[in-house]
């Protein structure tokens, strides 16, 4: 909570009068992330969407979502290693899974939707994480092309 406070400028007394724990401030952290994704998905409503743009501004293109995607995979380890938050990983999941599955739905059959955001998700998810560990190889531009390759690749199947 310490580096918190410092990190934002205020004291430690005016932290914990907003959050009572650790676990509150992680939660709002979380919530936030969610916010913030769900704000950028709203690429999605675009007619014609565009696949790449919508599923790259869930990738560590920037310094902004850089800590993004940190605070995910933060996350996800509590969610695997803590029974608090247990679930609570499934809810971004949920969210953006069936607006991509609404917007390809208008042009596929909604089963073929369904994989398709699934490899979507595996693929975002992939290449997030190896920017964050490789981030000298995984330029923006390398985490761009391998996002269209997967994604022209995935809608060409249907």
Avoid at 39 to 55: I, K, N, S
Avoid at 78 to 88: I, L, N, P, S, T
Avoid at 128 to 147: G, H
Wanted: hydrophobic share 45%.
């Amino acid at each position: 909570m310490r580096a918190v406070a410092q990190e934002a400028g205020c004291t430690i007394g005016l932290i914990n009068h907003w959050f009572s724990s650790r676990n509150d401030l992680v939660k709002a952290t979380f919530d936030r992330a969610i916010e913030m994704e769900l704000e950028r998905g709203a690429v999605l409503t675009r007619d014609p969407p565009d696949y790449v743009e919508a599923a790259s501004e869930f990738l560590p293109l920037d310094d902004e979502r850089r800590d993004e995607v940190k605070i995910w995979v933060a996350f996800w380890a509590m969610v695997v290693c803590d029974e608090a938050y247990e679930g609570r990983g499934a809810d971004r999941y949920v969210a953006v899974r069936e607006t991509m599955v609404e917007m390809l739905g208008q042009k596929r059959p909604i089963p073929a939707c369904h994989d398709i955001v699934d490899r979507c998700f595996a693929l975002v998810d992939g290449i997030a994480i190896n920017a964050l560990m490789d981030p000298a190889r995984w330029t923006p531009a390398r985490q761009l092309s391998v996002l269209r390759e997967g994604l022209e690749d995935a809608l060409a199947r249907y």
